[in-house]
């Protein structure tokens, strides 16, 4: 079976605006659906992927989201993390630089009133989990308690006469780990604001080794604050935490 020039600029129209399936043209065709695939392939239309595809039938109601109203476990959540960043590490740098080229492109597209609230917002959450807890930080003090190793978060008073406060500390380590964003090592907030914070931090340091604190810093410079990542920063800690000798102070220092 071929295609006439209206059938085929049908078959176009109805998968690239009207976001049809692959399945519904076939059907309408009375064909099969590499049939309609090898078609527009041969007319240099990109087929989309599972993901996309599965998004346009739930945008359009379609097909009904698997989850909806039902609340994922830890162990389910921590499945689809792993497996979200496998897909992410194995796709090409032509397949990255497309996706990095339309998030750019959505953002140059948006108001400087739309650009001014994101920032404002990403600025609200920042400071708000300097003051709560990082959801990193908080994930991480859920997995070493569930590891059975005893947690104090946002622990005060390890040093006397001082406000030091750490992100986490584990008394029988004696150790304590900081969990340091972005705004630790990028002019976020300003270059005067990133100088005090780098001060700050310098100083703590001092502090908690010249009291024999161990001290294990996680630099977690990236965006990205994936559950994948956070589940590797705890299998870290706990295999740094094996080879730790609490009797001497030590500082250890790993990139994430």
Same mark, same amino acid.
Do not use: C
């Given at each position: 079976?071929?295609? !006439?020039? $209206?059938?085929?600029?049908?078959?176009?129209n109805?998968?690239?605006?009207?976001? +049809? #399936?692959?399945?519904m043209?076939?059907?309408?065709?009375?064909?099969?659906?590499? %049939?309609?695939?090898?078609?527009?392939?041969?007319?240099?239309?990109?087929?989309?992927?599972?993901?996309?595809?599965? +998004?346009?039938?739930? *945008?359009?109601?379609?097909? =009904?989201?698997?989850?909806?109203?039902?609340?994922? !476990?830890?162990?389910? +959540?921590?499945k689809?993390?792993?497996?979200?960043?496998k897909?992410?590490?194995?796709?090409?740098? $032509? %397949?990255?630089?497309?996706?990095?080229?339309? /998030?750019?492109?959505?953002?140059?597209?948006?108001? &400087?009133? &739309?650009? &001014?609230?994101? #920032?404002?917002? /990403?600025?609200?959450?920042?400071?708000?989990?300097?003051?709560?807890?990082?959801?990193?930080?908080?994930?991480i003090?859920?997995?070493?308690?569930?590891?059975d190793?005893?947690v104090?978060?946002?622990?005060?008073?390890?040093?006397?006469n #001082?406000?030091? =406060?750490? $992100?986490?500390?584990?008394?029988?380590?004696?150790?304590?780990? =900081?969990?340091?964003?972005?705004?630790?090592?990028?002019?976020?907030?300003?270059? *005067?604001?990133?100088? %005090?914070?780098?001060?700050? $931090?310098?100083?703590?340091?001092?502090?908690?080794?010249?009291?024999?604190?161990?001290?294990?810093?996680?630099?977690?410079?990236?965006?990205?604050?994936?559950?994948?990542?956070?589940?590797?920063?705890?299998?870290?800690?706990?295999?740094?935490?094996?080879?730790?000798?609490?009797?001497? /102070?030590?500082?250890? =220092?790993?990139?994430?």
């Amino acid at each position: 079976m071929s295609f !006439s020039n $209206d059938q085929g600029e049908y078959i176009i129209n109805a998968y690239i605006n009207e976001k +049809k #399936s692959l399945a519904m043209i076939a059907e309408e065709f009375g064909t099969y659906v590499n %049939k309609i695939r090898r078609f527009l392939n041969k007319r240099g239309v990109e087929i989309r992927s599972i993901s996309e595809s599965q +998004k346009i039938a739930l *945008d359009t109601g379609r097909n =009904e989201h698997p989850t909806k109203g039902r609340k994922r !476990s830890k162990e389910e +959540k921590g499945k689809i993390a792993v497996g979200v960043a496998k897909s992410w590490s194995e796709l090409s740098e $032509d %397949k990255l630089n497309k996706i990095k080229d339309a /998030a750019r492109e959505r953002w140059n597209s948006m108001s &400087d009133t &739309d650009k &001014d609230n994101i #920032s404002q917002a /990403a600025k609200r959450g920042m400071r708000e989990a300097s003051i709560s807890g990082s959801k990193m930080e908080k994930f991480i003090q859920q997995e070493l308690e569930d590891n059975d190793i005893p947690v104090i978060f946002h622990k005060k008073g390890l040093v006397e006469n #001082s406000n030091l =406060e750490v $992100d986490i500390f584990l008394p029988s380590y004696n150790i304590a780990i =900081e969990i340091d964003g972005p705004t630790h090592f990028f002019p976020i907030f300003g270059e *005067d604001r990133l100088q %005090k914070t780098m001060e700050s $931090d310098r100083t703590k340091i001092g502090l908690l080794l010249a009291n024999k604190i161990n001290i294990l810093r996680v630099k977690h410079i990236s965006k990205n604050a994936s559950l994948a990542k956070a589940k590797k920063i705890v299998e870290y800690i706990v295999g740094f935490l094996e080879t730790l000798d609490i009797n001497k /102070a030590k500082f250890k =220092e790993v990139e994430v």
